[in-house]
């Protein structure tokens, strides 16, 4: 290649970017890469007019370099106009959600169901447990109540009750199941408590605090489950707690008992004793019958009954619990727990082991398991 061809043109080509508009500084550059690009390709494929191809070529260059520049001042500019940085509105609209599904063309049930499943997030499986129904049969609400609501505008968010219903539910299987979905239930109902003045609404807010202030006693180190009873309550949330009870009390004060009420009164004689032998038995039974009267509902009734063992005697709690379907879920584990009290440790350890099969999830199986097989060595051992 002619090196000093292209250095003779190079001041021609610099004056025709020139009179084409380009700065002087800009129109060198683009030159110089022009150069260099020549020098690559020249060798392989000279052009016939040299002089025209450096010129095409280094207006081509300094377009590129001027777009370039163009974008990038332009970017500059909408970083300067983006507003000062500060505090941003809460866009969270989950609640609202919960309201939405909570559509008045359904009823409660097939809304509490739905809004489970839709906002959530559990399974069918999960939702019919907490219902003790079918899974087939939940799966079949949930699609009428799908079919329900297809077409509707949802402009008419639905009541407050049946919100709590499905935050309760919510809660139940975070507390108690394989999703940690506690906190963000507690989370929704705080919220709504801050919006809305209603003595149910405080209730269940009392209730999950209370609840969710013993979770890190439930578990050993190992992850197996610990009973109420054998928790170490040094590790339970006393901040919460004392938050829960405040809460509660207020509440009550406004003589308007619901359920969640009653249910927080006992959450908070159990999180109130100092041990598991000062316990309030008495007391507890007696908010078990308010509850019974606001609720008539199976599970209600088989907590009862361990709470009428505990302050009436194990024979007391059998005679309760012979009143209920033994179908219930973790009705087995209260008659192991109850006949081992009473002193029957060969139809306890049975119990218990019938009871672990049938267990909601891996923990409370292994629990139940263990105390079978506790059972079974000492009968041997005795033997």
Not at 47 to 58: E, F
Not at 95 to 100: C, D, K, R
Not at 121 to 131: K, V
Not at 350 to 375: C, F, H, I, S
């Amino acid at each position: 290649m002619d090196e000093a061809l292209l250095r003779s043109l190079t001041p021609s080509v610099l004056t025709i970017l020139v009179r084409r508009g380009a700065d002087f500084a800009a129109a060198e550059d683009a030159v110089q890469d022009a150069l260099i690009e020549a020098l690559r390709v020249w060798p392989a494929d000279p052009p016939r007019d040299a002089k025209g191809w450096l010129v095409t070529a280094a207006w081509r260059k300094f377009l590129d370099q001027a777009r370039a520049d163009s974008a990038r001042r332009r970017r500059e500019d909408l970083v300067d106009e983006e507003p000062a940085p500060g505090p941003t509105p809460d866009a969270d609209d989950t609640l609202q959600l919960y309201f939405l599904c909570a559509h008045p063309s359904l009823t409660p049930s097939s809304a509490v169901a739905l809004t489970l499943r839709a906002v959530g997030g559990l399974t069918t499986r999960q939702i019919a447990q907490a219902y003790l129904v079918p899974e087939a049969t939940m799966a079949q609400r949930i699609s009428r109540a799908k079919r329900t609501v297809s077409g509707v505008r949802f402009d008419q968010p639905g009541d407050v009750a049946t919100v709590l219903r499905v935050l309760y539910l919510v809660f139940n299987e975070g507390y108690s199941g394989d999703i940690d979905l506690s906190a963000e239930a507690i989370r929704l109902t705080r919220q709504l408590a801050g919006t809305i003045d209603h003595p149910e609404v405080a209730g269940l807010l009392a209730l999950m605090l209370l609840h969710h202030a013993r979770r890190a006693g439930r578990t050993a180190p190992d992850g197996s489950l610990v009973p109420l009873a054998e928790q170490d309550r040094s590790r339970w949330d006393t901040a919460a707690i004392a938050e829960g009870i405040g809460i509660l009390q207020a509440a009550l004060a406004r003589d308007r008992l619901g359920e969640f009420q009653a249910q927080a009164a006992i959450a908070a004689l159990h999180a109130d004793a100092f041990t598991a032998e000062e316990t309030d038995w008495v007391q507890i039974v007696e908010w078990y019958d308010e509850l019974l009267r606001l609720t008539d509902n199976p599970v209600v009734r088989l907590n009862r009954a361990v709470a009428v063992g505990e302050a009436d005697g194990p024979r007391a709690g059998l005679a309760a619990l012979a009143a209920l379907d033994d179908s219930l879920p973790r009705h087995s584990a209260v008659a192991a727990y109850l006949h081992e009290r009473d002193g029957d440790p060969e139809t306890a350890a049975r119990l218990y082991a019938e009871a672990a099969r049938k267990a909601p999830n891996l923990a409370e199986r292994d629990y139940l398991t263990r105390q079978a097989a506790r059972l079974n060595a000492d009968r041997r051992g005795r033997r």
